[in-house]
């Protein structure tokens, strides 16, 4: 898939966001979500839960990012070199989103500057998961990268750009200006958000940001 990237910072700057439908495979998603629950449903989640292995870092509970209040369960993948099947899936999507991100900051600078917070994958539960609103100040980021690895089920719930909800199903990437408002709605469904393994909630992609402070 070609992708003006001068465009897209265009469109990004005028209206805040821009959604790539169907970016990614719906395919290539079902096989990283297999190998994610598989590697889930060997951890005894609880509340307030935080393990790290040799290539996970996972963290479940309410807490507080740069003073924003949220519940999710995170998979943060800190070693994307450890050879297991769920980081080399992990990677092929991750650079594909990678391309464009590499495209719309200057690589020399991402390579001079690296990363200070991980990629990783954002679990928000049925009727526990939220990311209150917030704004990023990080420079040069400026832009957020989110990819959709479930459907949305429900007209209310979900990813919001100021007050307009942006619905991001599988496969779907999300750009957007992270110095703009932004939120994650409770999602309230009682269905399985993904029917083909036991994820009860929406799971969503985000690409690591930019250490400034190198």
């Known amino acids: 898939m070609y992708l003006n990237t001068n465009l897209l910072k265009t469109k990004v ?14 395919e290539q998603i079902k096989k990283l979500n297999k190998l994610l629950f598989s590697y889930y449903k060997k951890k ?72 200070n917070i991980f990629p990783e994958i954002i679990y928000y539960e049925n009727n526990k998961g939220f990311l209150n609103d917030h704004v990023h100040l990080l420079h040069p980021q400026r832009y957020g990268y989110v990819l959709g690895l479930t459907d949305e089920e429900d007209k209310e719930s979900g990813h ?12 779907d990437l999300l750009i957007f200006k992270i110095s703009n408002h932004h939120s994650v709605k409770k999602n309230t469904t009682k269905r399985k958000q993904n029917v083909d393994y036991d994820f ?8 690591p940001i930019l250490n400034i402070n190198s």
């Open 13 to 26: 700057q005028k209206r805040g966001y821009v959604l790539i439908n169907n970016y990614i495979q719906k």
């Open 44 to 115: 005894k989640i609880r509340k307030n839960f935080n393990y790290k292995d040799n290539h996970i870092i996972l963290h479940h509970g309410v807490s507080k990012f740069q003073n924003t209040k949220h519940h999710y369960i995170s998979f943060k993948m800190y070693n994307l070199k450890k050879k297991t099947k769920l980081i080399n899936k992990f990677n092929q999507i991750l650079k594909k989103i990678l391309i464009i991100q590499k495209k719309m900051i200057k690589y020399n600078l991402i390579k001079q500057l690296g990363y």
């Open 160 to 171: 919001y750009q100021k007050n307009l909800k942006v619905p991001i199903n599988c496969g």
């Open 200 to 207: 009860r909630g929406r799971l969503v992609l985000v690409t």
